[in-house]
């Protein structure tokens, strides 16, 4: 497990391993399988490219819209979000606050 200095799984250990990982954006938590548990908190603008996995956010914190294919779906604190492996999205105009754990797992192109 990475993560924080006593290895919980908690916002703020999430946001010193963000603060420590090489873009400042996201940091893995907990690998497990095929599964990852990350944490995510864009700065500004989203430019994540479509991943591999099938990925679930759960959002921690903040607001806004998340663009899903040609679907546009408001978010905010306690949503959850499911995208399929392969598939255009990104969060926009959400709030500075915004941050989500982010589930990623199955098999590489999607189950």
Do not use: C
């Not at 548990?37 to 500004?44: A, D, H, N, T």
């Not at 099938?54 to 306690?78: K, L, N």
């Amino acid at each position: 497990m990475n993560g924080g200095s006593d290895g919980e799984l908690t916002p703020q250990n999430a946001l010193a391993a963000i603060a420590k990982s090489a873009d400042g954006l996201y940091a893995v938590l907990l690998e497990y399988g095929s599964m990852e548990l990350g944490y995510y908190k864009p700065v500004i603008e989203d430019k994540q490219q479509p991943h591999a996995q099938d990925e679930i956010y759960i959002v921690q914190t903040g607001s806004g819209t998340f663009v899903r294919g040609d679907e546009h779906v408001p978010f905010a604190a306690g949503d959850a979000l499911f995208v399929a492996a392969g598939v255009e999205h990104r969060f926009v105009d959400f709030t500075d606050n915004f941050a989500a754990w982010v589930v990623f797992y199955g098999p590489q192109g999607g189950e």
